[in-house]
């Protein structure tokens, strides 16, 4: 039987029913894709039936009756199959290179093969696996290069370029676009300027160091304006570590939020051979500094937070007074009358000129010229803001080395008073040498190191003596830092003393006498 017009293979006929294997399929550059018959598309709005599937020849029966379905039945002949001429039979591909064409089963002449087509790029771009073609010699021919690959520099126009310089400095291009922005960095003189500017805002952001400003920015800022223009009032000497401790807390005060104004803060300092603590907020540290600093506003004149006829001297008696009298827990707005009151107590010193240094201030038990009690003040200004910024998380460095200076120099002064009266209270050793008011007595060689050090020889058996370096007869060696925190009641004598040499007794007592310098 003929199906389709061709006999099939053996001259048997084409049996329906079976689906059939395709053959296998040679490389894409053995096969003549301009010689195959592309399938017809599906009408519109369908898709192709199940049929459209080839079926698969079978020899007939030897008898010559149509083979039988699966239930035993024979099967009607239906005639020529249209998927079976959409789709040709599978036969062997034909190989490369000339020889001889088959001969036609039929006998009849077959139309020569058109000549093949070279391959299309897609066919180049992915080749399938299998042997390439050879040359005439017969040796592998080298794969061509995939045209999908180019060495040559992308080309951009200026203006991507110029956007692609951000990304370039943070290394965030591809290889393209690197080796493009920096061919187009070496002729455009403003994009290299600009490339070098990222470049160096891109290593600050990898910095390791404190982002946090200097402490002593805000002195240097001002001497450099001072010194274009000096002030026509300046501010004293004397005055200038409050101004800038002062400063330095409100600066702090303005990056917390409201809740961190109620955070806990623990208030340590020493009495006679123990240490105390009192616990408070934040708010209620800043209305202690205010309480105290009323004293210097009695002493110039000014208006005291306190009512001046009726609060106590004593800096704690003030302290309680105040914490008692305000019927609710201090909120932040306790900042904005302690700053007026600093900027005011600094503003009528500067008026006041020098005649105004050696204004006595009374603490109740002893009294301090207005030039200590200032230097007092920024002392304990920057011991309690200390204290804040552990309490909130905060970095709160030292002060300037100039400014500590001058700190642990009016604590060593007040040292010999310390040490007469703890003796007097039977909390120190009896007087040794005593010696006339003015004449160089024993001493201790009290050696500060690192920032704001220097030297200071303590008088040790009468506050009337002077101390002398030849009179030494010990030595105790302390980081300028922690003999603040000793004098400001933070750790112990025992933990503070780094360096000792000498009379065992004098460095006890001189210690001892730094913490009892310590008060709320």
Known sequence: ??????????????????????????????????????????????????????????????????????AGEPEADLGPDPAAEAWPEPGPWPEAGPGPEPEPADG???????????????????????????????????????????????????????????????????????????????????????????????????????????????????????????????????????????????????????????????????????RVSRRTTVAGVIGHLMAVDGLLSAALGLDDP??????????????????????????????????????????????????????????GAFALPLQDAALDRAFECWVHGGDIADAVDYPYPAPSAAHLHRMIDLAARMLPAALAGRRSAGLAGPAKDLVAAGAPGRSLHLEIEGHGGGDWYIALDSPAAVGAPERAVAQVALDGVEFCRLVAGHISPVEAAAGQEGDREAIRDVLFAAASLSRL
């Open 306 to 363: 306190l009512d001046g006829g009726k609060a106590p001297l004593d800096p704690t008696e003030r302290t309680e007074t105040y914490w008692s009298a305000t019927r609710r827990p201090p909120t932040r707005a306790v900042r904005e009358p302690w700053r007026a009151q600093s900027h005011e107590l600094i503003r009528t010193a500067s008026f006041a000129g020098r005649n105004v240094a050696e204004t006595s201030v009374s603490y």
């Open 108 to 274: 009849h002449p077959q139309p020569a093969a058109p000549e093949p087509e070279p391959a299309t790029p897609a066919a180049e771009a992915w080749p399938e696996p299998g042997p390439g073609p050879e040359t005439a010699d017969g040796t592998p021919e080298p794969p061509a290069p995939d045209p999908l690959v180019s060495s040559a520099p992308v080309v951009l126009p200026h203006q991507v370029l110029k956007a692609l310089l951000g990304a370039w400095a943070l290394s965030a291009c591809s290889a393209e676009e690197t080796a493009a922005v920096e061919d187009h960095l070496t002729g455009c003189a403003p994009c290299a300027d600009e490339a070098l500017r990222l470049r160096d805002a891109v290593g600050l952001l990898h910095t390791d160091g404190s982002l946090d400003l200097d402490p002593t920015l805000r002195t240097r800022v001002l001497d450099g304006c001072f010194g274009r223009r000096p002030a026509r009032i300046p501010v004293p000497e004397w005055a200038a570590p409050y101004d800038a401790e002062t400063a330095r807390l409100d600066a702090l005060l303005r990056d917390i939020g409201d809740s961190e104004w109620h955070a806990p803060v623990r208030l340590q300092w020493f009495e006679e051979e123990r």
């Open 1 to 70: 039987m003929t199906g389709g017009g061709r006999e099939s293979e053996g001259g048997e006929e084409e049996v329906r029913g079976a689906r059939r294997i395709p053959g296998p399929r040679g490389a894409a550059d053995d096969l003549d894709l301009a010689s195959v018959p592309l399938p017809p598309l599906p009408p519109p709005g369908g898709t192709a039936p199940d049929e459209a599937v080839p079926e698969q020849s079978q020899p007939a029966s030897a008898s010559g009756d149509a083979p039988e379905s699966d």
